[in-house]
């Protein structure tokens, strides 16, 4: 999987995504949304995300990262020449925001992914959405994490799975893909965002993460 994701120069799927939350009751919520990928290497990609709260849109161009709330009518610009994978760190490293199942999008996943690893398990097939798929686990110090690989000749993730085992009630974030599409399959992308003439502008450091949790849903001084 890892060696076929990072040999395509042009990929595009949808995906729903579900991330969990404990309450203060102990009793797991889950917050849903769904989206849309679009990636060209080494420098393009082009992200849409809509939930309950918030319906964002991402595009990088080489140069700029632009991030658009079309909810509450907010864009941020980033200065950030490079790959994709120098993007992803400096969104984590820089500006403390992740990029969710980033390991997924990098050059290498497999150099991202597996460095922790203390242990591997096969546990054989499984079905997602229609699709007959390899299932393995991976167990690190903090989290466990699960893939689902399609079989055949385009082994793309359809289901990725990370659980937090330091938090209590180890809540899980849940990735499903579907409508794969590789190399010139990918529709074409200008990877330029349009945003309103009235939309207001925030500074860098106020650029929030994409699967950022609602205020509803924190306590009172939680980060």
Same mark, same amino acid.
């Given at each position: 999987?890892?060696?076929?994701?990072?040999? !395509?120069?042009?990929?595009?799927?949808?995906?729903?995504?579900?991330?969990?939350? @404990?309450?203060?009751? !102990?009793?797991?919520? +889950?917050?849903?949304?769904?989206?849309?990928?679009?990636?060209?290497?080494?420098?393009?990609?082009? /992200?849409?995300?809509?939930?309950?709260?918030?319906?964002?849109?991402?595009?990088?161009?080489?140069?700029?990262?632009?991030?658009?709330?079309?909810?509450?009518n907010l864009y941020a610009q980033v200065?950030? %020449? +490079?790959?994709?994978?120098?993007?992803?760190?400096?969104?984590?490293?820089?500006?403390?925001?992740?990029?969710?199942?980033?390991?997924?999008?990098?050059?290498?996943?497999?150099?991202?992914?597996? %460095?922790?690893?203390?242990?591997v398990k096969d546990l054989g097939s499984?079905?997602?959405?229609?699709?007959?798929?390899?299932?393995? *686990?991976?167990?690190?110090?903090? @989290?466990?994490?699960?893939?689902?690989?399609?079989?055949?000749?385009? %082994?793309?993730?359809?289901?990725?799975?990370?659980?937090?085992?330091?938090?209590?009630?180890?809540?899980?974030?849940?990735?499903?893909?579907?409508?794969?599409?590789?190399?010139?399959? /990918?529709a074409s992308d200008g990877f330029k965002?349009? @945003?309103?003439?009235?939309?207001?502008?925030?500074?860098?450091?106020?650029?929030?993460?994409?699967?950022?949790?609602? *205020?509803?849903?924190?306590?009172? +001084?939680?980060?």
């Amino acid at each position: 999987m890892s060696d076929y994701l990072g040999a !395509q120069k042009a990929m595009s799927f949808d995906y729903d995504s579900n991330l969990e939350i @404990v309450s203060t009751q !102990q009793q797991k919520i +889950g917050l849903a949304s769904s989206g849309r990928l679009t990636l060209n290497r080494p420098d393009k990609v082009h /992200v849409t995300r809509t939930g309950g709260f918030a319906n964002v849109e991402m595009v990088f161009d080489g140069k700029t990262l632009s991030l658009l709330g079309k909810n509450a009518n907010l864009y941020a610009q980033v200065d950030a %020449p +490079g790959t994709i994978d120098q993007l992803v760190d400096v969104l984590r490293d820089k500006y403390h925001r992740t990029v969710p199942a980033a390991d997924l999008l990098m050059s290498d996943p497999y150099k991202e992914l597996m %460095p922790l690893v203390t242990d591997v398990k096969d546990l054989g097939s499984g079905v997602i959405h229609g699709i007959e798929c390899d299932h393995l *686990a991976f167990r690190t110090k903090e @989290v466990d994490w699960q893939i689902w690989i399609a079989q055949g000749a385009r %082994p793309y993730p359809c289901r990725y799975v990370i659980t937090s085992k330091k938090v209590t009630g180890w809540p899980q974030y849940t990735l499903d893909i579907t409508a794969w599409k590789a190399g010139t399959e /990918v529709a074409s992308d200008g990877f330029k965002l349009e @945003v309103p003439a009235d939309a207001k502008k925030l500074a860098a450091d106020q650029v929030p993460d994409l699967d950022d949790i609602p *205020a509803l849903f924190k306590a009172k +001084g939680a980060k």
